[in-house]
């Protein structure tokens, strides 16, 4: 062996793998769009009166028991989304805790649940595509038949949805799947999501992003004190009622964040107060698909390496096997 | 009080002695008193000496005293009528024309200072009051003398207590509450449209046996009654918290028994109380809410009257801090005593094991010099 | 004619029946694992997916195991063949890390029973890092096993297998040697995806692969000091203190580089400061690079870097770096807000105790059996 030899081959290799990085299957990729039949929910958390009607439909819909804390059992007493918990309403609180919507001395609430991300963590790093975007509603389920429960979806998710039911030999993923999972299907027979159906105060909404996206940006663009005729269930619905609209804050979470959501809230608070993470508009998939795509794009790279490594090999072991090494000599 | 005299009033009154200690035990229980204070209460409403009121009515629909007439323990309106000395009620009053303002006048100056004023109706104030009048005197003028003499003022029903119906929308006649038109006074409230008539009795007998007012709340309505939210105490709750909401009247939900919220009930933000002591009488879920209308809010200032019917209730119960978590509940167990000397000890097997292979090796390195140097 | 024996002696010493009784503490809380779920052993919630069994035993493990990885690129690649005597046991040593890695993956793995669909194709997420670094380590483990047969057949005198098998063993060399290159740089990869739940002093998205793959080399160099140490020691075999100084160049190089890059990167994203900050992710941090730093000086010095001793401290020092640095970035350094924490539990701790026992257990077997260690020609002394 020789320096020259090595060179040549490992110019080789290097060659393969810039000119992988430039073919059409490796290149840097963006954020995934959106489709145009992706549907969601909107979450006004001014309207929302922290009544949980939609935490306990969801426990009805999916059929999860209620959470016990300290061998209390009269009533549901979830703190956290958990593997029996898809939906759950939590309260900001600030001194006083009088106004709602007050930033201070005020209160708000927050509904949490899968946000189903138009280009979604889970979706991208789940080794056994287990995690399933529609492409078409752009809702993202999950299947436990495929899944090997690495939990590698719980930490790439940047709002702690899916969640593993680790008090059971036999656990599974649960998450939010919009009420339209196998043996469910409310969307498919035109229904809306069980948290949808019971809200009462239209706090929480079904529609199309597009229409749900629209409808945010007219409530953020109305004057405070102004009446308004919220809708409830679905934005074309024939009930909803009238109410002076609050001081919204003036930011859509979900229309830009980690490339869009499919679940987006307004509020009348800075959306990290409600514990919404402060995300870039790039999504974290896309950051790590392009850099696995570069790396292995068309799987060029890594043949053109073992094309070297291989020759290397076949060299220095027949080396070894007449004789001994003419380098060290030392053994 | 002995037996022979509870037995005349008994008589007096067309009850049983029996009857008549269960009512002043009731009402003492309304009002949250101990059980003594029924009898002590018997024996107020027994004695000779009873206390004057003067009623004056303003714009009112009459409803209050219908309300009142219809309290139904052992004919109530017997009881009342001979408990109290009722000198001057625009309804109920014997005389008439100027015989009645005479008897009215006669009776403040008697009991100057004693008596007690109760007002229904919203007061008119626009254009000198001349939108209720009363031999030839604006009411305005009637409420303002009346309550010069007056020991305790009640305003009865929401329009006595804030305006209620005159006041609604564009309020021609420019009708106010009494407590608006009597600076400086405390008005005791018991409004409702019509106001359960236990809280206005309860509050009298109250007032009669001890000499006192109830607890007030910030609207100055008694606490006892109305300390409470409607939500609270609906027979309706459990649906509204599992979310199973009637959207039109006479729908499924609807004839199901369904939470009223989405038709706009009010109760998430009126407090009253009632869905414990109902209406009537008759038990069986008699008042509003139980028998499918949304509660309207006629006992809570900004609501009743002014809200529209169908629009939804600010809920007032969950504002926290209730039992909501909170935006970041800490989940997951901190560093334990055992897993943190555990790990210590794999540090230390680790170090340690290091220190000693470093030694020995210091030995070998020793070994290798040597005998490096004796080549 | 082979360049290896067996090492003899006594296999029931103290030590080994020790390490057995932690092996079977071990597999005792595994079957509570098994039966009642991975709650009740672990401290894992659900803003923690992964705990020490993903990062000890799989991360930091395999990075342990790289041994026989970076052995094979210099014997075989960069053909200095006078590191000969070193591979097969840092083979046996990789064989066994990889292996109980993936054992680590499996007690871990939350729904094991579907694992055979990692290998379906039609399951398969090109997209998922974690994809490559399941097939890749299997792989590997695998190819590992193929490399380390000839101890097995020199062992039972299958002299005409050997021969038979070293004719093709250097496709498995060459794959041996591309498969970590992929899954070592991998597993720095995985947590680009968690994006702003890893600390800002570890979250170097594009150059996670680079920095991975960095430290797992520098590993493997300094395990198989340090297990040369240790059997010069423990197992009394002769010090290999000479073979050990000519890595000196490539670690220092390494060394360097990796923190050329590290720098560099927490420069160019304007996030050292954090560093500073008194928490205890930058006092982490700082504790992390002194660990990468302090081999350094000792690797540079003339006087120092002769002596074996010396040679070892460097090596534990940038073993604890690396280590260090995968724990920093997968657990001091990762938090995923909304309130959760995670510390490992006790029976968690344990059963990673017990693997890395069952580890030890399977090496000490193997040397005192089977023809791994080298034979002393040079330094053949009386302990022979």
Known sequence: MNRRDFLKVAGSGALIASTSTTSPSAQARGNLEVSSEAVGMLYDSTLCIGCRACVYKCKEVNDMPAVERDGEVQWDQAEELSGDTLNIIKAYKHGSAETKNSAEDGFAFIKRNCMHCVDAGCVSVCPVSAMIKDPKTGIVSHDPDACIGCRYCVGACPYNVPKYEFDDAFGQIQKCQLCNQKGVERLDKGMNPGCVEVCPTGANIYGTREELLQEAKRRLALKPGEDYTYPLERISSTYGHVKAAPDYTQHVFGEHEGGGTQVMVIAGMEHTKLGLPDLPDRSYASVSETVQHTIYGGMLAPAGVLAGLLYFARRNTSDENSGDDNEGGES | MNNNELQQVAERLGVSRRSFMKFCTGVAATLGLSATAGAQMAHAISSPRRPTVIWLSAQECTGCTESLLRSNHPSLEHLILDLISLDYSETLSTPAGHAAEATKQQSMKDNWGKYILVVDGAIPTKDGGIYCKVAGRTILEHVQEAAEGAAAIISIGSCASWGGIPSAGINPTGAKGVDEVLPGKTILNIPGCPPNPYNFLATVLQFVTFGTLPELDHLNRPKFAYGRLIHENCERRPHFDAGRFALEFGDEGHKQGFCLYKLGCKGPETYANCPSIEFGDVGGGAWPVGVGHPCFGCTEKGVGFEKGIHQLADVKTVTPPTTFPGIAEPVGDGVTPGAAALLGAVGGAVLGATAMAVKQLGKLDAEEQTSESNQ | ?384
């Not at chain 3, 390490?19 to 071990?26: E, G, K, V």
């Not at chain 3, 050329?260 to 700082?286: C, E, K, P």
């Not at chain 3, 010396?310 to 970035?329: M, Q």
């Open chain 3, 1 to 384: 004619m082979s360049h290896h024996q067996p090492i003899g002696g006594r296999l029931l010493t103290l030590p080994f029946l020790f390490l057995s009784a932690l092996a079977l503490i071990a597999i005792y809380i595994l079957i509570e694992r098994f039966t009642t779920g991975l709650g009740a052993v672990t401290a894992l919630n659900d803003g923690f997916p992964w705990g020490i069994w993903v990062v000890y035993d799989i991360v930091v493990g395999t990075a342990f195991a790289c041994g026989g990885y970076v052995l094979a690129l210099t014997v075989y690649i960069a053909n200095k063949g006078k590191y000969h005597p070193l591979v097969r046991p840092a083979l046996l040593a990789s064989l066994f890390g990889y292996s109980l890695g993936g054992l680590g993956a499996v007690i871990d793995m939350g729904r094991y029973w579907n694992f055979y669909q990692m290998f379906n194709p039609g399951q398969m997420n090109f997209n998922s890092v974690m994809l490559e670094v399941g097939l890749c380590v299997s792989a590997y483990s695998l190819v590992l096993m193929i490399e380390f047969l000839p101890v097995i057949f020199e062992k039972f005198r299958a002299h005409e297998w050997k021969a038979r098998l070293e004719k093709v063993l250097f496709i498995f060399i060459a794959i041996g040697v591309l498969l970590p290159t992929m899954h070592q740089s991998s597993l720095g990869s995985l947590l680009i995806a968690m994006g702003g739940k890893v600390h800002p002093l570890w979250q170097s998205a594009h150059l996670m692969p680079v920095l991975a793959l960095t430290t797992a080399i520098l590993m493997g160099f300094c395990i198989v000091i340090f297990e040369g140490s240790m059997a010069a020691v423990g197992l009394r075999q002769p010090s290999e203190t000479h073979m050990h100084r000519g890595l000196i160049k490539v670690i220092s190089g390494l060394v360097l580089a990796y923190l050329v890059v590290r720098l560099g990167d927490l420069l160019m994203r304007g996030v050292l400061g954090y560093a500073f900050d008194g928490s205890l992710q930058g006092n982490m941090f700082l504790l992390e690079t002194t660990l990468f730093v302090l081999p350094l000086a000792i690797l540079t010095n003339k006087g120092w870097n002769r002596q074996g001793r010396f040679l070892l401290i460097a090596a534990v020092s940038l073993l604890l770096a690396g280590a260090l640095y995968r724990f920093n970035a997968f657990l001091i350094g990762f938090d995923p807000g909304d309130g959760y924490i995670y510390f490992p539990s006790v029976k968690e701790i344990l059963v990673t105790i017990g693997v890395v026992a069952i580890e030890i257990l399977g090496y000490l077997f193997f040397v005192r059996l089977f023809p791994v260690m080298p034979k002393h020609a040079v330094h053949g002394t009386a302990q022979a």
